[in-house]
């Protein structure tokens, strides 16, 4: 008996890994995520909100012989709860098999152009800016060199900015985006600015900080999607 | 004119994206970097280390008409020098179009069961242990909290054990691991006994260090990819 617990990318649903698409196309149920695509399910979608004990759902359909998939945004080690998940899944005597999706931390500053890594820059960070039990991110937990890739920080930009800035230079580049199969939206500007970038974006958004936000890819053009969906695009670049 | 950048996942051909695969099926030429699995390219392929100048090879075919596609190990925007080739490319007149692939910094960890975030953890960093021009990286580019993802430590494992060890504890967890589609390797310890667990690895190894190596998610079982390739596994855990 086993679940499988699929990544399906940064919101385009044509990013989903190819397993991951045979594993929904073979599954009997396909527990959606928030933010997930709903066409990646079909008809076999059942979203996570519309469950009481989504992990009991997933175990008692597991156990009665269904094929299950849990679609979860992104990839599911990063962020994801995937440890828990996959411990209480075993308390029902059903195991986890995890498929690796794009994560959002990286694929949505590429799909903007922003490399993470760059000539000088030789790591990158991913950070939540609130942590489980609602604690914010504390300076010591940020390091002073190279790209910076927090989520969830519009909820609490004001801290976030004053706690980046005990760390990090107030003339390093920043940019706040959000990015969907349907919808993009960014913001780029100097650090020092933060949180007047941010305003007038609603999560989810992902903030970057360091040298690739001045040094886009050029050219870095994104083609619409095979399925057309209606590309709606707020492209705003509010620069200094 | 454009050629296609096209992350190919780490390493197993069933987890490039869909559009990754699409971008395949209608190009003429497929150029392959080091690692990735040929298949992917099928009788397009054109590997990389059999071309004097890649970059002039895909830009004037580019130019003459072709539709070029250049599949990269993991994802392009993870050390893939993805801003220098871009750049090189639009001198030649031509467009990069970038699709984001798994990274193997994410995957490889994932597809041992290892988490990167998890309760009380709430960052991850990944590193090069190797920077261009073979600079070895230094104790004072390694955060001091959160999980490390090391890319390129095998070649300098004494010196990165020591650069590690002063700013992390010498009981964290640490894992050794090597994947692809064809074969997998770990060995877990402690971080102190590094130099040891990672002898008898070959080129490329992930190295991680962090809770999650010790905290392993349960079940995390790897089915076999579809397209049955023969599954040598040599699975030596060596732990204290």
């Known amino acids: 008996m086993k679940v499988h617990v699929v990544g399906a990318g940064p919101g385009d649903p044509e990013l989903i890994t190819v397993k991951g698409l045979r594993l929904i196309a073979e599954a009997d149920i396909v527990v959606l995520d928030r933010l997930v695509p709903k066409e990646l399910g079909g008809e076999k979608s059942v979203p996570i909100s519309s469950l009481q004990d989504p992990v009991r759902f997933m175990a008692v359909n597991a156990r009665e012989g269904r094929k299950v998939v849990w679609l979860k945004n992104g990839d599911p080690s990063v ?13 029902w005597g059903v195991q986890c098999e995890v498929v690796p999706g794009d994560s959002s931390a990286i694929a ?8 993470l890594t760059l000539p000088g820059v030789h790591s990158f ?19 002073r060199c190279g790209t910076l890739v927090i989520l969830m920080g519009l909820g609490v930009i004001g ?5 980046l800035l005990k760390v990090r230079d107030p003339d390093e580049g920043v940019a706040v985006l959000s990015w969907s199969g ?15 970038l941010s305003s007038g974006f609603k999560p989810p958004a992902v903030i970057v900080v360091g040298e690739g936000v001045k040094k886009r890819v050029p050219f870095a053009v994104e083609e619409p999607s095979l399925n057309e969906r209606s590309c709606l695009r707020a492209n705003s670049v509010m620069g200094d």
Chains 1, 2 share one sequence.
Do not use: Y
């Not at 991913?126 to 937990?141: D, F, I, N, P």
């Open 79 to 91: 962020f994801g709860r995937l440890l828990e998940v996959c411990a209480e899944l075993s308390q």
């Open 108 to 115: 949505v500053p590429e799909l903007f152009g922003i490399p």
């Open 159 to 163: 801290h976030l900015k004053r706690e």
């Open 182 to 196: 349907e919808s993009r939206m960014e913001a780029v500007g100097n650090l020092r600015d933060l949180d007047r």
């Open 125 to 143: 960070t991913v950070l939540t800016a609130v942590k489980r039990g609602r604690e914010a991110l504390s300076s010591k937990e940020i390091p």
